[in-house]
């Protein structure tokens, strides 16, 4: 390890450091606000350090970790979603009278997890970003408030992740006693190989990977968790788990298998296949019956999976643009609709419930007008980023020439329009059997400012969305 | 650059109009006006100054001009947008935009008049949606770029889906999520048939364009592009409606609050006709010319039973939906057909459909705010109570149901002899569409304003803001039944170019000489004489 090495390492360093920072200082004295302003400075930080790396031609450190730009793209992703859900998480804390200081120690390391994971080149780092990752979320979701339907989201969590980390860790095993190699280069040949070789053994760790990977993504058949636990986090954590949690992931899963070009007729291929489907089918026709906000939420982003999957499945250069934007646009558009969510949280209940949003727009017309651009987003309607983002999944899709995949995404997306317009309707059509309107929390004015230059955010970059496709390029080129 | 104004006028107004309102509510009426006013004196300006341009690049090129293909638009505009995906921001306008334009603008303004007293409730928001529909109507009849059309042809769903949940009537919120997800699961299949399109376009000559111009004559297998012609049939014919697809539009024609309906009958549906003329024909004639058979029956099932539909219905405005799938029907069956007889008379009807229907909506409209009810059981002998409603109403009545000397008659007729010279027995199915057409339309006006008044109904008769809507409109039926061929004048050079471009195709059989001298010569279109 040289001292080029260090200064690559930056942003990973800057992220080890601030919660360390967070912790030393809320041992010595307890202020929620120079908690959030500590994690602020770390974040900031993160993101200089970030053009500091960037300046590296050597990028590869050791062979766990590449700081490619496709990795320093990520990286700054996840650290600007994270600060978003730290300044929304202020005022939902602030209101409840708790000790929040460790809260966001937990929140920086999560992040370092997910920058380890969308950085690694190796199953160690792998692993070790995502236990990192998981170990934080157990905590988050219970930690700030004890109550029982946190706790119950919590052991739920940690159950299914446990499970899942073992499945990983297991696959692992079983693709390096056989091949002897644990990282992304040495895999390739295998995957390209498909499921179909002679060794059974390597498959069935590709396998076992594969089931831990759709865990983490929430894809249908492993999606059970996700509803139970989106309903039962407090809503920023929720934010936090649909955003930055499954963006990792996927980035790492797209940096797994760039290298491999998938025959439409070979079982991998299949097998996502069938996943995609299934996730953008069952999730759309199970957010048509909730009548809970964050359940819809949960729903929506298992059917926003599988759109991504369909981008992923068509392979090639486009493809990643594809993700890549389609999860730019996906962590803008969540953090804005859980945004709302915690927002309009009283300390009593999270505002999860329909009824919480009836009248809104009278009530609170800017927040209902934030909110309804997510929900559009969502539904990709132009004007937003999620028409974009859809456009190129399908583009990407049509490309490859995946045309059954696109039509199911078609049918699927139009059903997944008459929920989010319920919501729509909800917020601005006076019902005449409604007697008053709701009132949800009072929006403080970082959680404001917040989701304002979110909503920005969707709008310009869905008018005029080519720097950040040209930005997303050259990130996405320098994948092997 | 004077295009990129059409966008832009409506698409200011219309935080403008909110703005305002949160002060004066009822300012945001006038910024509407001038939203939609001023681009209507601007298109109308561009269409008398450039009328003589038209001709002679007509007379330039004569009947063997491929109009936009060789770049012979009125005005054009084109930037890279999404330069990685081959997107460019691609306005242009011939005869044929211009008319959209003005039916465009024209219908925005009478919404924004026909809401001055209907709509007391979100004012400023109102004017919002309308204007930001006026502005991506205006964007869909202007762009040449795939992508581009695609994105406004979305981009209006959402305001018009507010317009009718929040301002429409009893059943407002269902008939909203019906048209909405009508219209984008149908958009959805478009999107796949122009990205197909695209990427052939783009294998076969390494070329990643959105541009229709370029797209225009893509090679492909006869399968493929029998495919990707069902993909635009299916959004076009959703929007028009054609027969099967139909069953969105009465809830929303209904449901719709008065400026709604309008702006859904007078220029919304004719996004279908348009874009069938417009892309769907050029790009893929022989497709097309393989479902003409399928074409010419739906547009006739469409003409008749919507005709009967109507006839069947209670509800006076649930009626008058229904006539416009009868109406559309007849545009069906012209592009169908697809001759210069036939396509003048398509776009005369889009025009005069437009005014006639428009009026009817808003005399219901009135009518609901006066009598609170649109349930035909509960009028009759209205004439007597307000002879000036009872009389404009056996005016477009009239109208609607084709009558010589107005400008209805002569659409139908042209569209019935054009498509004699294709399929006989059509032709024949749609002329008795005509007499079905005067038995609703009688039937309408026998219910709600003949016969015996029984229900001690006492309200006030037009005021001078809606008399002069409808004299206008009254005016401009007139004189198109009588004088049509300004209108046939410009859109000559699109319907000319449109064939031009699919001269080479079995649905052009007609040599460029014999039918089409009878345009250049202006001997057609007096028939309503």
Request: with cysteine; hydrophobic share 60%; net charge neutral.
């Amino acid at each position: 390890m040289t001292t080029g090495d260090l200064i690559t390492l930056l942003p990973l360093i800057a992220l080890t450091v601030s919660p360390v920072v967070v912790m030393l200082a809320a041992a010595y004295y307890r202020s929620h606000a120079l908690a959030l302003a500590l994690t602020l400075v770390g974040l900031a930080a993160t993101i200089v350090s970030l053009f500091i790396a960037a300046t590296r031609t050597s990028r590869q450190v050791t062979p766990l970790l590449s700081f490619d730009a496709y990795a320093l793209f990520y990286i700054g992703l996840l650290t600007v979603a994270t600060a978003a859900v730290a300044i929304l998480s202020w005022s939902y804390l602030q209101r409840r009278h708790v000790h929040p200081e460790e809260y966001y120690m937990l929140l920086l390391t999560a992040t370092l997890g997910g920058a380890v994971l969308v950085a690694s080149t190796h199953f160690a780092a792998f692993f070790l970003g995502l236990e990192i990752l998981s170990v934080s979320l157990y905590a988050l979701i219970v930690y700030p408030i004890y109550r029982a339907q946190f706790v119950e989201a919590a052991v739920k969590y940690l159950v299914l992740a446990g499970a899942t980390s073992a499945f990983l860790v297991f696959g692992m095993a079983l693709v390096y006693a056989q091949t002897g190699t644990m990282t992304v280069s040495g895999l390739a040949p295998l995957l390209i190989a498909g499921l179909g070789g002679e060794d059974v053994v390597v498959a069935l760790g590709v396998v076992l990977l594969l089931v831990g990977v759709g865990f983490k993504l929430a894809v249908v058949p492993f999606h059970m968790w996700t509803p139970d636990v989106y309903q039962g986090a407090p809503a920023p954590v929720g934010a936090y788990i649909a955003t930055v949690s499954k963006g990792a992931v996927f980035a790492l899963l797209l940096r797994y298998f760039r290298p491999v070009s998938l025959d439409t007729g070979s079982t991998l291929f299949l097998v996502f296949a069938a996943v995609a489907i299934a996730s953008m089918v069952a999730g759309n026709l199970l957010a048509l019956r909730q009548d809970n906000v964050k359940r819809i939420l949960a729903y929506s982003s298992i059917a926003n999976l599988g759109y991504l999957l369909v981008a992923f499945l068509a392979t090639g250069e486009r493809a990643a643009i594809a993700v890549t934007f389609y999860l730019v646009a996906y962590f803008a558009t969540t953090l804005v609709a859980f945004g709302v969510v915690t927002a309009l949280s009283t300390p009593e209940r999270d505002a999860e419930s329909m009824d919480d949003y009836r009248g809104l727009a009278r009530t609170r017309g800017w927040t209902a007008a934030a909110f309804t651009v997510a929900l559009f987003s969502l539904a990709g309607m132009p004007l937003t980023m999620g028409f974009i983002a859809k456009f190129y999944v399908v583009t990407a899709g049509a490309g490859a020439a995946l045309w059954a995949l696109i039509i199911v995404l078609v049918l699927a997306s139009t059903v997944g329009l008459y929920y989010y317009t319920r919501i729509v309707v909800a917020m601005w059509v006076r019902q005449p059997d409604e007697s008053a309107d709701a009132v949800g929390a009072a929006v403080g004015g970082g959680s404001a400012a917040v989701l304002a230059a979110l909503t920005a955010f969707l709008i310009v970059f869905g008018v005029y969305p080519a720097p950040l496709i040209q930005l997303i390029e050259r990130a996405v080129a320098t994948l092997p | 650059m004077i295009l990129l104004w059409y966008i832009l006028i409506p698409a200011v107004a219309a935080p403008l109009a909110w703005l305002v309102s949160l002060s004066r509510p009822q300012l945001a009426r006038w910024v509407a006006v001038a939203g939609t006013a001023l681009p209507l004196a601007l298109v109308t300006w561009q269409w008398a100054s450039q009328a003589g341009a038209l001709r002679a690049a007509f007379a330039a090129h004569g009947p063997g001009a491929a109009g936009l293909v060789q770049g012979t638009w009125l005005a054009h505009v084109q930037a890279t947008w999404i330069a990685p995906l081959g997107i460019s921001f691609f306005l242009a306008a011939d005869g044929l935009t211009l008319i959209m334009l003005v039916l465009t603008f024209a219908m925005g303004l009478l919404a924004v008049l026909a809401s001055w007293r209907g709509i007391q409730e979100r004012v400023g928001f109102f004017h919002f949606m309308i204007l930001w529909t006026t502005a991506a109507l205006a964007g869909v009849f202007l762009s040449l770029d795939l992508f581009l059309f695609y994105f406004f042809f979305e981009m209006m769903l959402i305001p018009m889906y507010f317009v009718i949940a929040l301002w429409g009537h009893e059943r407002r919120v269902y008939a909203a999520i019906k048209f909405f997800i009508f219209t984008q699961a149908s958009g959805l299949l478009m999107l796949i048939a122009i990205l197909a399109l695209y990427f052939i376009h783009g294998r076969a000559t390494g070329v990643y364009t959105f541009d229709f111009t370029q797209l225009l004559g893509t090679q492909m297998p006869s399968g493929t592009a029998f495919l990707l012609m069902l993909g635009f049939f299916a959004a076009f014919a959703v929007k028009l409606p054609a027969f099967p697809l139909h069953t969105w539009l009465p809830d929303a024609h209904t449901e719709a609050p008065t400026a709604g309906s309008v702006i859904l009958a007078g220029v919304l549906i004719k996004i279908g006709a348009y874009g069938m003329i417009r892309f769907m024909v050029p790009l893929f004639p022989q497709a097309v010319y393989g479902f003409r058979t399928v074409g010419l029956v739906l547009a006739v099932i469409g003409i008749i039973y919507g005709a009967i539909m109507a006839y069947a219905q209670t509800d006076l405005k649930r009626l008058v939906a229904y006539t416009s799938v009868s109406h559309m029907g007849f545009v069906l069956l012209g592009i169908f057909a697809w001759n210069t007889l036939a396509l003048q008379g398509v776009v005369l009807q889009i025009v005069c459909h437009a005014l006639s229907t428009g009026a009817l909506f808003i005399l219901v409209g009135t009518l609901q705010d006066r009598i609170h009810t649109r349930d035909m059981a509960k009028m009759g002998g209205l004439w007597a109570v307000a002879p000036r409603m009872g009389g404009t109403a056996m005016f477009f009545a009239l109208a609607s149901l084709g009558l010589p000397g107005l400008g209805n008659f002569v659409a139908e007729f042209l569209i019935l002899v054009g498509t004699w010279q294709v399929s006989k027995w059509a032709a024949v199915l749609g002329a008795v569409g005509l007499v079905f057409a005067t038995v609703y339309a009688l039937w309408m006006m026998q219910r709600a304003f003949q016969g015996e008044e029984t229900h001690a109904l006492r309200f006030g008769d037009l005021v001078p803001r809606e008399t002069g809507m409808y004299a206008a409109l009254i005016a401009a039926l007139v004189v198109l039944g009588f004088y049509p061929q300004p209108l046939i004048a410009t859109a000559r050079q699109t319907v000319t170019s449109v064939q031009q471009i699919t001269a080479g195709s079995p649905l052009s059989p007609e040599t460029a000489s014999a039918a089409q001298t009878m345009i250049v010569d202006g001997a057609t279109a007096d028939d309503g004489q």
